[in-house]
Structures are given as structure tokens and as C-alpha cells.
């Protein structure tokens, strides 16, 4: 499985931007689709998540501005942003998992860049 992430860049503090990872497979074939985020000198941490159910989780430091959704036909997951904030400044990364055996596999996109200025 590969994934592909995109729409990251450079934007001011109040704007919005939209990532988008494209999926080498159906989506149907993967478990929980979501976006980590590592900022400099900072750890990686979960952003959001969408279960194959249905079931969405936030951050709390991105509720109310961030809304993941999944596009099935185009086996693409976005990240819509919307008041953007410095400290959202990171690179984003996609994450999905997959059913393997008695337990999951992992997989990650490459990343992009998003940068907001105050």
C-alpha cells in the first residue's frame, strides 16, 4: 500500500488549506485512515482519525477547525483545514492501517509541509 500526500503550503494565520493522500488501493481494503503532524523539535503526534465505521477522532487542539472525510471512489482521504494557526505549522503525515492476521498493519505517506505565518 502506498500512500500519497498533497496540498500542503504556505498560509496565513485565519486561512485554510485542504491535504488530500491518495491511496494505492480501495479504501475498502483499509481499516482507520488518518493525519499525524510533527512540528520542529517536536515529537509526531495524532491529529485525526476516521474508522472505516465511521467514527471520527480530533485532537483537541484541532476541534471545531480541522474535518477529516474519505472519498471512496477516488480512494482519497483529505484534511480539510480551516482557521489556521501558527502553531499548526508541521509536516503533516497520512497514516492508514489494514487488517493483517490477528492484528494491523501500518502504512505512511511521505508527507507535506504546512507552513502558516502570523
Known amino acids: 500500500v502506498q500512500l500519497q500526500a498533497s496540498g500542503g503550503g504556505l498560509v496565513q494565520a485565519g486561512g485554510s488549506l485542504r491535504l488530500s493522500c491518495a491511496a494505492s488501493?480501495?479504501?475498502?481494503?483499509?481499516?482507520?485512515t488518518g493525519w499525524y503532524r510533527q512540528a520542529a523539535g517536536k515529537e509526531r503526534e495524532l491529529v485525526t482519525r476516521?474508522?472505516?465505521?465511521?467514527?471520527?477522532y480530533y485532537a483537541d487542539s484541532v476541534k471545531g477547525r480541522f474535518t477529516i472525510s474519505r472519498d471512496n471512489a477516488k480512494n482519497t482521504v483529505y484534511l480539510q483545514m480551516n482557521s489556521l494557526k501558527p502553531e499548526d505549522t508541521a509536516v503533516y503525515y497520512c497514516?492508514?492501517?489494514?487488517?493483517?492476521?490477528?492484528?494491523?498493519?501500518?502504512?505512511w505517506g511521505q508527507g507535506t509541509l504546512v507552513t502558516v505565518s502570523s
Open positions: 497514516n492508514a492501517d489494514s487488517v493483517y492476521g490477528s492484528g494491523y498493519k501500518f502504512y
Open positions: 476516521l474508522t472505516s465505521g465511521g467514527t471520527t
Open positions: 488501493v480501495s479504501m475498502f481494503s483499509l481499516n482507520t
